[in-house]
T-cell receptor
Framework: GAVVSQHPSRVICKSGTSVKIECRSL??????MFWYRQFPKQSLMLMAT?????????EQGVEKDKFLINHASLTLSTLTVTSAHPEDSSFYIC??????????FGQGTRLTVV | GQNIDQPTEMTATEGAIVQINCTYQ??????LFWYQQHAGEAPTFLSY??LDGLEEKGRFSSFLSRSKGYSYLLLKELQMKDSASYLC??????????WGAGTKLIIKP
């Protein structure tokens, strides 16, 4: 299957700092990428849909100024958690759509804010 | 509202067969995904169904009935490594993915 690379896999940061997570589709072009958040023992929660060359569409309740999404190219989308707080600690997962029929996930990033 | 229902947890024996059901009520339907997720890892794509019927891929099969709003994932010849959560997700009329909460499958020797 197609490969989506997400980096870093784990990050620990201090409260108040910003963290950038990258999501790359390695062998295909993805016009649409999705960013999810997953709390322990819960389902994936869609945060935003990122379309190449345009502003991301955020789900209700997700602060766009806190979770900055940039989709500058057909193979790269980034999520920046700004002014991180301990409650932002979570598992963040990106997904890139190859066709309407398939979306491939990155490995996920476990963010811990101390 | 939109709703995806899956059992929270299931237990099965190594070598046996297990069926994980998923029922959905969504605004429109443009396909249904099944994903496998091991603890602490990202989900892995298993199958996609958009037409009624059974799709077989090795030990895993997925079935869809659009008229009943129902799908199941069938796992045969269970192995210990199949212990994971299985997520059902439906693509609605806006091509948004609606996720179920996942079914935790426990395999016992």
């Amino acid at each position: 299957g197609a490969v989506v690379s997400q980096h870093p896999s784990r990050v620990i940061c201090k409260s108040g700092t910003s963290v950038k997570i990258e999501c790359r589709s390695l062998d295909f072009q993805a016009t649409t990428m999705f960013w999810y958040r997953q709390f322990p023992k819960q389902s994936l929660m869609l945060m935003a849909t990122s379309n190449e060359g345009s502003k991301a569409t955020y789900e209700q309740g997700v602060e766009k100024d806190k979770f900055l999404i940039n989709h500058a190219s057909l193979t790269l989308s980034t999520l920046t958690v700004t002014s991180a707080h301990p409650e932002d600690s979570s598992f963040y997962i990106c997904s890139a759509r190859l066709r309407e029929t398939e979306a491939f996930f990155g490995q996920g990033t476990r963010l811990t804010v101390v | 509202g939109q709703n995806i229902d899956q059992p929270t947890e299931m237990t099965a024996t190594e070598g046996a067969i297990v069926q994980i059901n998923c029922t959905y009520q969504t605004s429109g339907f443009n396909g249904l995904f099944w994903y496998q997720q091991h603890a602490g890892e990202a989900p892995t794509f298993l199958s996609y169904n958009v037409l009624d019927g059974l799709e077989e891929k090795g030990r895993f099969s997925s079935f869809l009935s659009r008229s009943k709003g129902y799908s199941y994932l069938l796992l045969k010849e269970l192995q210990m490594k199949d212990s994971a959560s299985y997520l059902c997700a439906v693509v609605d009329s806006n091509y948004q993915l609606i996720w179920g909460a996942g079914t935790k499958l426990i395999i016992k020797p």
